[in-house]
């Protein structure tokens, strides 16, 4: 689950970004669902005034971090066209981006 002020934006950008399919439950107004049907659901939840992570700020310390594995080499660009930012190199094995929010992620190849 992955907390934000603005739940159902946050939700549209991963499935985008992933082409996973919200789902539309009654508690719509403070949680998001996306399924792909056979994997994993993310959940969004509705925060007011969420404490947005800084990358790499330990007092602002993201609650999650995502390691997505795509398989579409455009996923990137996709990513950055609906509002990822790329983030301070750290030093790890891939590019870390930030979404809307500010929750980071990396973007894989299925075979990292």
């Known amino acids: ?29 403070f949680w998001r669902m996306l399924d792909s049907g056979d994997g994993p659901i993310l959940s969004f939840a509705k925060i007011d005034e969420h404490r947005q992570p800084r ?12 390691d ?3 398989e579409d080499p455009t996923a990137v660009e996709t990513a950055k066209h609906l509002g990822a930012i790329q ?3 750290i030093g790890g094995p891939w590019p870390v981006y930030a979404d809307p929010v500010g929750h980071p992620f990396c973007l894989c190849s299925p075979s990292q």
């Open 68 to 70: 997505i594995a795509v």
């Open 1 to 29: 689950m992955l907390d934000s002020e603005d739940h159902s934006a946050l939700a549209a950008f991963y499935a985008e970004l992933l082409g996973l399919h919200q789902t539309r439950h009654e508690w719509d107004s």
């Open 87 to 89: 983030l301070p190199d």
């Open 55 to 66: 990358w790499p700020d330990p007092t602002y310390p993201p609650q999650i971090h995502l």
